[in-house]
């Protein structure tokens, strides 16, 4: 209970130590997408923070000042996915809208990638939604938007993606793929395409386990894989319904056995995996708190190393005021309250329980680093808002939110699409 209660204080003292405008300059900076960072635990140095905005690059920052470090540009279209190695911290992979996933090595030069991975010729028209790095750095997953691809008619068992023992038909399918990787090599290794039926907004590996994932879709679904299973129908292992579009999904609670979700409804979720019950929903946050503490949207979720029961869901106001709210034993806590960063909507954030600091970013193009302790000097909060008038919003690629759930029963069979 003393670990809860520190962890608490901690948060409760957070503050705006600094603030950085991701693009400046160009007419129309854009939007702060997608945040991660290299694991302070890992690095001899200060960790990178690697931040994708709406102008299809990724800038990097030191993740201790903010301090801009270069700028990584190899997409033609948006930027989806940004994640570091997870035992190979400087290695940075990116997906896109344009079909790819690259690795890149940040110690070494930015403009060329180290590694390329493609989808199959088979599927030329599939968009790279989201992406993740297993915990051995072993595996890559990536996830598709729906798209419209001929139907295969099949001569024998199909295992993979390849063409070899399929042949085209004239009729189109709608289908979504989850993609996967060797990341060592380069070479696909197979594809789920069954347990989901429109865009692949989410996928995340479990902190521990290598072989096991965590799926979201616009198609209201969460589902978990053991993905050593041979066949995608023997790899599923729970479904959870969201009634909703699935905006962000991670893992959690003790022995990390609980997946939560935030949806585009705002609505927040998170379930059992072992029993594959529900353990807290709340359907309408916005209704929970008012005042200084008012909800307009739901940013993400996080929780420490040594508390695994409980879990901090970060929420914000359009103006740019952010709360934290503890989520202990059927509780809602607003535990801290962060101002004076953003003038806009927050869209991301990324946490880091060693050092308990949170970096946000946000509508207003900026990136913010809030930690315990005392606020920085006028002079430098000057800066900031001089750097933070410069800045412009420009509309950003929004997920469909138009899809409606289906039930459980209405899952089709599934059969083989991995190795």
Known sequence: ???????????????????????????????????????????????????????????????????????????????????????????????????????????????????????PESLPKAKLCCLDISCDDGILCAGTEQFKAKKKEKKKNK????????????????????????????????????????????????PSHPDRLASGSTDGLVCTFHINETCEDDALQCIFNTESTVYKIGWGGKDNNAVYCLTHMETFHIWDTVESESMLELKNPRDLFKGKSQVDYLVDCFHGDQDRDKFHLLTGTHSGSLNIVELYNSQQTVVATLEGGHNA???????DEETVTLVTGGEDSMTCLWKPGQIKSEHTSSKASERKKKSQVKSKFKASVTSKPYQKKDIPQMKSHSE
């Open 159 to 206: 295992k993979t993606c390849d063409e070899e023992s399929d042949m085209d038909s004239d009729e189109e399918d709608a289908t979504v793929y989850m993609l996967f990787w060797d990341c060592r090599k380069s070479k696909m290794l197979g594809c789920y395409k069954e347990s989901h039926q429109d865009d692949i907004t989410q996928v995340c590996f479990h």
């Open 345 to 351: 909507t927050v869209r991301c954030m990324n946490w």
């Open 1 to 119: 209970m003393a670990e809860l209660e520190n962890m608490s204080q901690k948060l409760s003292q957070l503050h705006l130590v600094e603030k950085s405008a991701i693009y400046m300059e160009v007419p129309q900076p854009d939007y702060v997408l997608l945040l991660d960072s290299q694991a302070c635990s890992r690095c001899n140095k200060d960790p990178v923070l690697a931040a994708t905005s709406s102008n299809h690059t990724v800038r990097l920052f030191n993740r201790n000042t903010l301090a801009s470090i270069g700028t990584v540009e190899g997409h033609q279209k948006a930027v989806t996915g940004v994640k570091f190695g997870k035992t190979n911290t400087d290695l940075l992979y990116t997906s896109s809208l344009d079909g790819t996933v690259r690795c890149w090595d940040i110690r070494s030069n930015l403009k060329q990638p180290v590694q390329s991975f493609t989808v």
